[in-house]
């Protein structure tokens, strides 16, 4: 699933290619009865809706909020989409497979949202009600604010004092955006196992997973996301974060800390795999 820095490299692709183009037509082939009555395009007689209220909008500009891709319109109106498993915005790539969501653009081109397991989420919110709305309103503060500060990270992993830290650092309840990929990589570099308490964390520990949050996030960013699984950027090229993993998905390989002589382990934390060196990142509980 898609995580802060493969949404942020979304958002900076659409922010580069679709703002200010107009919206002049829009499809999409989800239609689920699963879905009847729900706020999301899968629901036909919600797209009904939708293509009516983005049809002829200008798109103002995108921004991130966790996992979200929140594309503001013309009019009033923000597009929230999830992109979930496998979802991405393809732009101005006719070839592009798997296509679930097509905005035809007053520049000829098209914008696509691709979505093999059509497990991504579309919905239409008012612009000045999004903070307040079901979709956003329960989300923790974002780790690359500037305001996000290392009393305010402590605080709110904190909220979960005897959970595993590897489970607080993903639930998007206390902090935004983080999920499985980069919560391996923030703990190996942290030095911390997953399975640690956080009342037990020690501060320099603490510390170090904060450092760890912003630099490993920010390196994704910078590499473009990871494209270990499905994701592609808006040019439908693959991101480059996985050629730099040091736990994630490394079962079996040698640690690659300086000096630390570990084999990367994985574990099942809540349902979903930790990877992590066994030697160099100590249990706190």
Known sequence: ?????????????????????????????????????KD????PKFFAIFRKKVGGKKILRAERRAKNVLI?????H????HMKMTGHFVYDRPATTFIRLDFKLDNGKHLVLSDMRKFAKVTLVRTAELEKSLH???????????NFQFKIFNLQIQKRP???????????????????????EILWHA?????SHPNQIPEKNLRAMFRATKETLRKGIDLGGDSMS?????KGEKGHFQNHHHAYRRTGLSCGKRGCRGVIKRIIVGARSAHFCPVHQKLFK
């Open 1 to 37: 699933m898609p995580e802060l820095p493969e949404v942020q490299t979304t958002v900076n692709g659409l922010n580069r290619t679709v703002k200010h183009k107009k919206i002049i037509g829009v499809e999409t082939s989800y239609n689920s009865s699963y879905h009847a009555g």
């Open 40 to 43: 999301n395009i899968k629901n």
């Open 72 to 76: 503001h319109l013309s009019g009033g």
């Open 78 to 81: 923000t597009i929230i989409v």
């Open 136 to 146: 956003l309103e329960h989300l923790g503060p974002e780790p690359l604010d500037k």
């Open 162 to 184: 005897k959970g595993r830290i590897k489970q607080v650092l993903m639930d998007q309840s206390l902090i935004s955006g983080i999920g499985n990929i980069y919560s391996d």
């Open 191 to 195: 030095g911390v196992h997953p399975l």
């Open 230 to 234: 499905d994701y592609r950027n808006i």
